[in-house]
């Protein structure tokens, strides 16, 4: 393909504008959570190695999720 014929300037366009209409530009939810530190969640409260053992309870920390009260 010649670069001078302008043909993979309009596949490249075309490209993109597939992904626009395709992906949520308009969702900030992702941004703005990465702000605040937020990483994400767990489909399962317990991580286990190879063999089954329990090496990291999630559940653990259930309570990280209350509201804090009041601080001096």
């Known amino acids: 393909m010649n670069a001078s014929s302008g043909d993979a300037e309009a596949v490249v366009a075309e490209a993109n504008d597939a992904a626009l209409r395709h992906l949520a530009f308009g969702d900030t939810r992702d941004p703005e959570n990465e702000r605040r530190g937020f990483m994400g969640t767990a489909e399962q409260g317990e ?3 190879a063999d089954g053992r329990v090496v990291w309870d999630l ?14």
Request: avoid cysteine.
């Open 59 to 72: 559940d653990a920390y259930g309570s990280a999720t209350r509201t804090a009260g009041p601080t001096a």
């Open 47 to 49: 991580i286990r190695d």
